[in-house]
């Protein structure tokens, strides 16, 4: 079996990989949704579903660092790794142990691919086929619901210390643009640009002010020191998840956004 993953890497494979490694929390959950249960023999720390993996799965490490020889003694014959969310030095030292399979989302047809994608390389065509189109259904769904809402200038806060947001080409940037959020970094040349909060309303001027939930759990505290710098601008706590998990997660969000421009 010949099959290229989203790096454009070339792979082939002598049968169907049956002991599976995932570092990334999202794609975790897309494999066990996909009925790959069994087959995931190690996660990472931060990979919270399906929360009975927390007990029933080994832990291999965080997505930025991971144990080699944990994962050696696990015997994976495929790890599926990810360009934003792990080091191209983790990827090349873990390419020493099994193939390791690299995805890229930062659009919702990379997302598609990346589902159609397991289900070539794990046999399951027909549940990848279910959920791309379960995914599709309610994409079309939510772009006509959108159709008529306003757009707002939008600034969405991941990190601080120092504070950093989403830039162009991510995920993030591409799930803004469906719900008609401008994002007023778009044309940052980093993908997670650093900002300085004094900067905020010359920058852009932000109608609202995302506050995610991962990957730094932002507080009250926070919204209140940004609030200082964003005179027009409506803070708003959002589920990360939503916002920056690809793959069957997806398929939760648009109820999600839909509650979410009811609530602005």
Known sequence: MKLIDQLGQNHVFEKMPERIISLVPSQTQTLYDLGLEDEIVGITKFCIHPYHFKSTKTKIGGTKKVHTEKIKSLQPDIIIANKE????EIVNELKEICPVWVTNVETLEDNTQMIKDFGLLFNKRVEAQKWNDKIKFALDNFKLYIKDKPSYRTAYFI????????GAQTYIDELLKLNKFKNIYADKTERYPEINLEDIMREGDPQLV?????????????AFEIGRFTHHGKTVFVDGEMFSWYGTRL??????FKKLHEKL
């Open 85 to 88: 969310e792990n080091t191209l």
């Open 210 to 222: 995302f506050l995610s939930s991962e990957p730094y759990p932002f507080k009250e505290e926070h």
């Open 251 to 256: 398929s939760q969000a648009f109820d999600y």
């Open 159 to 166: 990190w601080r210390e120092p504070y950093m947001v989403a």
